[in-house]
């Protein structure tokens, strides 16, 4: 269901390690949106609120004993390194996006992530039991896929581009991709109509039966009349 990607080679369709096989035509391909990434997968509303609450505490424990100034003066640095952090990790989560690409065809999704370390992710709809679909702002929203089987997939290792707090079985989430809902219908379709198509598979040829040991051979009976003569005799 998943395999490793070689950093160093040449993509022939972006996004995906090979190309399709015949019959299998892209239907949608795009990216998260970094600033939806940045701010609802990396917390970023949380960890602003936290260096405000520190800013005010030092604030109000301070300013009846020191001069305003003071106070002011030891209680921006709060802020300021609240800013320095959510920077560091706005800039995560714009790598995060721009080194992602998403890939929906007509058999399966694809999922090219991570920045340092790049895997890609194929999940053919046949191997799907669910998808979720969660609105966000800005028309962006997140897809998260239930699959059956295949290989243990890490948390870790997908992560951002997973459901959160889903650790002991990982969803791996489309997220925050612009314009979703209509992405999230194109899925519908598609896998309903895969799933529609019969799976034929070449059963295999039957073991040839031994035949059962040959009996004698009965030996030919006597005519009654030549019977009689030899009792007769």
């Known amino acids: 269901m998943s395999q490793h990607h070689d950093d160093f080679a040449v993509e022939p369709i972006r996004g995906l390690p090979e190309l399709p096989p ?3 035509t892209i239907l949608w391909q795009g990216r998260p949106d970094a600033f939806a990434l940045s701010w609802q997968a990396l917390s970023l509303p949380w960890i602003a609120g936290y260096f405000v609450v520190l800013a005010a505490w030092r ?14 003066g030891y209680s921006v640095p709060f802020l300021g390194l609240g800013a320095i952090v959510l920077g560091l990790l706005g800039a995560f989560g714009y790598v995060q996006a721009r080194s992602t690409v998403y890939t929906v065809t007509n058999r399966r999704i694809a999922m090219r992530v991570g920045a340092a370390l790049t895997v890609t992710l194929n999940l053919p709809y046949t191997r799907i039991a669910a998808a979720d679909f969660a609105p966000g702002r800005r028309g962006t929203g997140t897809i998260a896929l239930h699959t059956l089987g295949g290989p243990k997939l890490s948390y870790l ?7 959160p707090w889903r650790i002991s079985v990982p969803q791996p989430a489309l997220r925050c991709i612009p314009d979703a809902e209509r992405v999230a219908r194109l899925i519908a379709e598609a896998a309903e109509a895969r799933v529609a198509v019969p799976q034929v598979a070449q059963a295999a040829a039957p073991a040839p039966v031994a035949a059962p040991p040959s009996a004698p051979a009965a030996r030919p009976a006597r005519p009654a009349a030549a019977a009689a003569a030899v009792a007769a005799e």
């Open 59 to 72: 604030f109000l424990s301070l300013v009846d004993l020191l001069p305003m100034g003071q106070v002011i």
């Open 22 to 24: 015949e019959g299998e």
């Open 157 to 163: 290792t997908l992560w951002p581009h997973v459901r």
